[in-house]
């Protein structure tokens, strides 16, 4: 019987879980028609919560985490996807209810891959991630309200972290002023370079929000939720749109309907994992054209995967910079 290395977070009844490096057989590899040699995986807030069971993202036991894989394709029954084929897998609840990428096989459903867009090679895609493709999700949602870089500044909240530092990448690429918000002032030349004209103290959004604040900004990708995004709404100049994503600082929005039925403030919801793939391939296409690669290498440290615990940690303490891509050695 062959077997493969994974991270394998086990649980069992009123104990803790525990997280381990070992063989899995093949066999045991959950439903799908695509079997993937995964080279390449990464971290996301996501994973760091399963890793360090922080928070109940893992929903089905023994589970092998990592949300986000890229390889290449080693058996195939689905139309459209061959052996030999290089690509990408974001969510659809793979790390939280379907085995995930911190293995050397992944087996998933043919229709939840996309193909490595030729932009990038796999630890490339990695760099990217569900952060990096939850950034684009983010902007697509504003150019659909219609937001355009006349409506600058655009805030950026979490702006250090993997989403906020793409968004911010992103959005200064397109022609639009970023304010980045972060708690990091000494990332603040790290933003900078990434093309935030200003920063600010995370501090100043932090903090409970009146209904409405100073026009200060068109629209804003927030990563942070709670008071922050709160305070974001509050900051929105009239008609201008909120792409909420995240939820750093928390998952309440003490706010008020006042930027929605006094400014025509438009908050747009953003899911990157069960995102149909028609908006999958959308992004992953206009991430090739409008990601600098150069600039995704500033943002990207490479690490091997069995460094993955320790950057959780890290990770949840706000420490690590943009984005950690892992190798997976076979
Ligand atoms: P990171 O940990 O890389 O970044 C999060 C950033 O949020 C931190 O770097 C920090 O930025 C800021 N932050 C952390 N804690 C707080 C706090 N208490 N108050 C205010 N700001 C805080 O995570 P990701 O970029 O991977 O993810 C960002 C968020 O987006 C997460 O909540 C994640 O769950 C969510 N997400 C949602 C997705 C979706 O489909 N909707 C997909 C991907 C991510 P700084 O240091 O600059 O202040």
Not at 14 to 38: N, S
Not at 61 to 66: A, E, S, V
Not at 115 to 131: E, K, N, R
Request: charged content about 20%; aromatic content about 6%.
């Amino acid at each position: 019987m062959s077997t493969f290395s994974a991270f394998l977070l086990t649980r069992e009844e009123g104990q803790e879980q525990q997280l381990t490096w070992t063989e899995v057989d093949e066999a045991d590899l959950m439903d799908g028609d695509v079997t993937v040699a995964v080279s390449h995986t990464t971290i996301n807030y996501k994973d760091a919560l399963a890793l360090t069971g922080s928070s109940p993202v893992v929903r089905r036991w023994p589970m092998i985490p990592g949300i986000d894989f890229a390889g290449t394709v080693v058996a195939s029954e689905h139309d459209g996807v061959a052996v030999g084929d290089e690509v990408v897998l974001n969510g659809w609840g793979v790390g939280e209810t379907h085995w995930g990428g911190y293995a050397q096989l992944a087996r998933v459903p043919g229709e939840w891959l996309v193909p490595l867009p030729s932009a990038f090679s796999p630890a490339q895609a990695m760099a990217i991630g569900t952060a990096g493709y939850t950034a684009m999700l983010c902007v697509l949602a504003l150019e659909r309200q219609g937001v355009t870089p006349s409506d600058s500044p655009v805030l950026v909240t979490g702006a250090a972290g993997g989403v906020g530092s793409i968004a911010v990448a992103l959005l200064a690429k397109a022609g639009f002023e970023v304010i980045a918000s972060t708690g990091r002032p000494e990332e603040a030349e790290y933003l900078r370079r990434l093309g935030a004209g200003e920063i600010i103290d995370r501090a100043e959004l932090s903090g409970p929000a009146r209904p409405l604040a100073k026009e200060r900004w068109g629209a804003a990708v927030d990563c942070v939720g709670s008071h922050t995004l709160a305070n974001a709404l509050a900051g929105t100049r009239y008609g201008g749109t909120v792409a909420a994503c995240g939820l750093a600082q928390g998952m309440d929005l003490p706010s008020s309907v006042a930027p929605f039925i006094l400014r025509g403030v438009t908050l747009a919801g953003v899911d990157s994992v069960m995102a149909p793939r028609e908006v999958r391939l959308e992004a992953w296409d206009r991430l090739a054209t409008d990601l600098d690669p150069d600039l995704l290498a500033t943002v990207t440290s490479t690490r091997p995967l069995a460094d993955a615990p320790a950057i959780a940690g890290e990770l949840l303490a706000g420490s690590v910079r943009g984005r950690v891509v892992f190798t997976v050695d076979r």
